[in-house]
């Protein structure tokens, strides 16, 4: 197609290679090199697709001398400096659409768990315990849910809830008049009044990093069940601890965390009061990573960076 070379230094679904080589895109597929491998060559290419392994900031975008465009098969771009790339001319591909599906249908799932305490009478059968009345459950038929955000994934789960019998409602500061069949666009006092449950699906930034404290939480009406499927620096989980200690939060349920992996995890003051409660559901980081997302993630991706070198 031209003469770009791409350096692929990530796991991604072999539809990206086909559709490469199909179009006659050169690249280099090395899903094992690290950070200081890839920073000894990163100077010889004028492409880069990653998922999620390193950090590829100012000093590796430096390094990057022919750099004319970075892809990430994933949702977001909180691992690439996004500013500096793009003040260096360097075009910007994620896959958002490629694991939206995968998101909604993850936070209802554990949305359902909790209010209707799967897990924890799950682990009671299993060591003996049959206690009906203490796992009794709640409907969400009726309830209002809303959303933070109403980009893909806001979308997506909007779109899952419609069967629910729900009003979902969505506050997005960055748009408007994007009311639609599913939800109802709101401002964040109506979100506040109305809320049962309180879903994210907000990029991670300078300007929502840590935004979610106990001021944020403080202004809701109703008891609510929280959903944080987003991006884990965005909440600070001692917040959310306080308001379920009070009852203003019913259960909370977190795909992602401001701190992931082992030991690092494990250190933070907060972990073992969170792990403690059979109100909290946790997963590890997987809401948007399904069969079939990886297969999504890559292929939306590669009609991208194609369509791109096309033009």
Known sequence: MNNMRILIVDDLH???????????VAFDYQPEMDRAAAEQVIDQYEGLLIRSKFQVDQAFIDLGSKLKFIGRSGAGMDN??????????????SANEGNRDAVGEHMIGMLLSLM????????????????????RGYELKGRTIALIGYGNNGQAMAK??????????????????????????????EVVRQADVLSFHIPLTRETKGMIDEEYLFHFRKPIFFL???????????????????????????DVLPVEKFPSLA???????????????????VA??????????????ADKIIAWLKN
């Open 80 to 93: 690439i400096d996004e500013a500096y790339a793009t003040n260096k001319g360097i075009a910007l591909f």
């Open 267 to 285: 250190e933070q003051e907060w972990y073992q009061n969170l792990i403690s409660r059979d109100n909290v559901l946790l997963s590890p980081h």
């Open 14 to 24: 072999e539809i990206l290679l086909e559709k490469f080589q199909k179009a006659g």
């Open 116 to 135: 209707n305490n799967l897990n924890r009478g799950d682990q009671e059968v299993r060591h003996g315990q049959w206690r009906r009345e203490e796992n």
């Open 228 to 254: 944080m499927g987003a991006r884990g620096g965005i909440v600070q989980v001692p917040a959310v601890l306080k308001y379920l200690d009070e009852g203003k939060i019913l259960g909370a349920a977190f």
């Open 160 to 189: 899952k809830l419609s069967g629910f019998d729900v009003q979902v409602i969505a506050y997005d500061k960055y748009k408007t008049g994007f009311s639609d069949l599913y939800t109802r666009e709101v401002s964040m006092e």
């Open 288 to 301: 948007g990573w399904t069969f079939e997302s990886y297969y999504k993630l890559s292929s939306i991706l």
